[in-house]
């Protein structure tokens, strides 16, 4: 079983839409948790760190449930400029580890 | 500022060969982390180093090793390479030796035909 599993989609949705990806992990101790965003054959750039209480960062909000060892993304009024591989990323601990999704691909369509 | 800066950005090598990869942290970063993405996967830990020292090392193998210089540059050698170590290799500095703050460049894609 994968640390950090994500749908690989696409998710194909049109501008405007609202869009939510979800994340499952499978250590419990896991402490730390991410989402980053990867645009075709670029680096990876953190999007937004995700609390336990939830968080929320203009159009994206993110949340963990730790009883269910899972995190979501939601993405409101889609733009075009959204479109890219979103990667869930947990750490064991405070250290230097990050364990990262496969990345779940969005498309935004005009 | 310059931000993280890998070398070279592509290479094309043939099996068997050895391969030497560069990475300059952001200037006061003293951890540097390397990473393999192969395609349509997520990136994959290598190695850390902080302060010189070697802090982790994920599940590679030998043919892998790594080292940092006082300046905090740090270089990635892989030996005997295989067609599966085709990727994309990411070296991300932060200014602790902790996961915040981490800054990815822009990798170097790696071929081996």
């Known amino acids: 079983r994968k640390e950090v599993e994500q749908d690989p989609g696409p998710f194909n949705v049109p501008e405007g839409a609202t869009v939510a990806f979800n994340c499952t992990y499978s250590?419990?101790?896991?402490?730390?948790f991410f989402w980053y965003r990867q645009d075709c054959r670029k680096e990876p750039k953190l999007l937004m760190s995700?609390?336990?209480s939830g968080n929320e960062d203009g159009r994206f909000t993110a949340q963990l449930n730790r009883a269910s060892q899972y995190i979501s993304l939601l993405i409101r009024d889609s733009k075009l400029s959204d479109s890219a591989t979103y990667l869930c990323?947990?750490?064991?601990?405070?250290?230097?580890?990050?364990?990262f999704g496969s990345g779940t691909r969005l498309l935004v369509r005009p | 500022d310059a931000g993280v800066t890998q070398s070279p950005t592509h290479l094309i090598k043939t099996r068997g060969q050895q391969v030497t990869l560069r990475c300059s942290p952001i200037?006061?970063?003293?951890?540097v982390s390397w990473y393999q993405q192969v395609l349509g996967q997520g990136p994959q830990f290598i190695f850390q180093?902080?302060?010189?020292?070697?802090?982790g090392r994920g599940n590679f193998p030998d043919r892998f090793s790594a080292r940092q210089f006082p300046n905090y540059s740090s270089e990635l050698n892989v030996n005997a390479l295989l067609l599966g170590d085709s990727a994309l290799y990411l070296c991300?500095?932060?200014?602790?030796?902790?996961?915040?703050?981490?800054?990815f460049g822009s990798g170097t894609r790696l071929t081996v035909v």
């Open positions: 991300a500095s932060s200014g602790t030796a902790s996961n915040y703050g981490y800054t």
């Open positions: 250590n419990s101790a896991s402490q730390s």
């Open positions: 995700v609390y336990s």
């Open positions: 990323v947990v750490t064991l601990d405070s250290s230097y580890k990050l364990i």
């Open positions: 200037s006061g970063h003293k951890s």
């Open positions: 180093y902080y302060e010189k020292e070697e802090r």
